[in-house]
């Protein structure tokens, strides 16, 4: 097989991000070039690396995502991985529509909680109309209210040495080689407490539909869709996401996707 060498420098000849979403073909066919030491694989995390260091340091770690308007939304939202989990756990909850279902917060916190979905829907919200890219080449434009994450964790109170949230689902996603896995994301504080990301109940001015993650699914905007967990069950604030599942903070991710997918 021939060398291919990428270099940071050669990444920036090409001329950016528009070559990671262009190289990733998508979530199926990534598994063959998803081995470590493979070229392409390499070639993604040195692009990701600065992919982050971009976001954070010349937009700022506030920088908002761009919002659109009611009359920008389209194509609904087109459902992608888990549509319909089939846990028992979840099952039970839909059959009541969700009155029994609460969020645990915990982990790392100094005042763990739990919230049904009327308490989260009596906090403030924020509703925000933006555009959700998957890493398979796709978009959709859609409306979405819910809890900032932020709220959240200010009554949690995180410690110290809390740097990442962790969001366990409901569903265990049985796509490629592995066989049936739970899903799971995690993203650090600095996008845990960015004004746009929020804990979504409600799309498109109706409650969140199964197929987009009821009764909870988190909203994180400047990042690929696969970092936007569906179906959370249970969050979680950990110092290191090394003994989560495969290491490496999320189910793509454990797969050979980069943990920072910035965009
Ligand atoms: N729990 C869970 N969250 C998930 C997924 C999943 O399979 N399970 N798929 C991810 C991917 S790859 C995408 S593109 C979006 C799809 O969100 P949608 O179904 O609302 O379009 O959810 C993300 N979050
Ligand atoms: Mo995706």
Known sequence: MSKVIFNRRRFLTLGGAGLVGTTLAGCDAFDSFARPGHPVRDFLIGANEMTMAVQRTLLGSEALAKEFSESE???GMRPNGSTDPNNPDYL?????????YSLEVGGLVDNPGRYSLDALRNMPSRTQITRHDCVEGWSCIAKWTGVPLGLILDEAQPRSNANYVVFHCFDIYSGGLSGGVPYYESIDMVDAY???TI??????DAALPVANGAPLRVRVERQLGYKMAKYIQRIELVESFADLHGGKGGYWED???EWYAGI
Request: no cysteine; charged share 20%.
């Open 199 to 204: 804990l979504a109940y409600g799309m498109n």
């Open 255 to 257: 797969r050979g996707y």
């Open 92 to 100: 039970a909850l839909r059959e009541t529509d969700f009155s029994q």
């Open 73 to 75: 939304i389209r194509q």
């Open 194 to 196: 960015h004004p746009q």
